[in-house]
């Protein structure tokens, strides 16, 4: 039963919107994989709005 509740805990989570969902124990190299991925993540939506506001981001030089 236990585990049945919280597959549905993780379920009504997802389907209010969340990102992601951790469940303990977890690894050191997993937190570390998730953070890098959030981190790439972020980084991309950074470029793009650059891109779209035409932000240049690039070295003086290649102007």
């Known amino acids: 039963m236990p585990t049945r509740i919280c597959l549905q805990d993780r379920l009504r989570a997802f389907q209010q ?5 951790i469940i303990k124990p977890m690894h050191v190299n997993e937190i570390i994989a998730r953070i890098e991925m959030i981190l790439a ?23």
């Open 41 to 63: 993540r972020l980084e991309r939506r950074q470029l793009e709005l650059d891109a779209k506001s035409g932000k240049f981001t690039g070295q003086l030089r290649d102007i």
């Open 17 to 21: 919107g969340v990102k992601d969902y």
